[in-house]
């Protein structure tokens, strides 16, 4: 059984769970519609839920969309910015992704890919 301060915390980050759901699939339709910079305010949002609950995971991923949105405008040093973040996370915890990242960087950068 449960104590009642552990129900709350548990009801807390669950409803902080939906709500990054939802952001989620809200700033995919914003994007795929092309409104870039509504999708960036989506994406803010995601990335405080993500640090408010402890997801790193889905931090990395809003911080990795919002650099290829800023990056859809025109602000690379935004989208280089937001990218650095996202491989920081990606790295700490393993994630695939970090590959990724790390190519797109070096491209923006133009580094060579060895």
Same mark, same amino acid.
């Given at each position: 059984?449960?104590?009642?301060? @552990? #129900?709350? #915390?548990?009801?807390?980050?669950?409803?902080?769970?939906? =709500?990054? =759901? *939802?952001?989620?699939?809200?700033?995919?339709? %914003? &994007?795929? +519609?092309?409104?870039? #910079?509504?999708? *960036? &305010?989506?994406? $803010?949002?995601? *990335?405080? /839920?993500?640090? &408010? /609950?402890?997801?790193?995971?889905?931090?990395?991923?809003?911080?990795?969309?919002?650099?290829?949105?800023?990056?859809? +405008?025109? $602000?690379?040093?935004?989208? *280089? &910015?937001?990218?650095?973040?996202?491989?920081? /996370?990606?790295?700490? /915890?393993? !994630?695939?992704?970090?590959?990724? %990242?790390?190519? @797109? +960087?070096? $491209?923006?950068?133009?580094? !060579? @890919?060895?």
């Amino acid at each position: 059984m449960t104590s009642a301060p @552990q #129900r709350k #915390r548990n009801k807390k980050w669950i409803i902080a769970a939906l =709500v990054a =759901v *939802i952001l989620f699939l809200g700033d995919v339709a %914003v &994007e795929a +519609l092309g409104e870039t #910079r509504k999708a *960036i &305010e989506f994406y $803010e949002r995601r *990335i405080e /839920i993500a640090r &408010e /609950i402890g997801d790193r995971r889905g931090e990395g991923n809003a911080l990795w969309n919002m650099s290829l949105s800023f990056d859809k +405008l025109g $602000e690379r040093a935004r989208a *280089i &910015e937001y990218a650095e973040a996202a491989l920081r /996370i990606f790295e700490e /915890i393993e !994630s695939p992704h970090a590959e990724k %990242v790390r190519n @797109q +960087l070096a $491209e923006w950068r133009g580094e !060579s @890919q060895q």
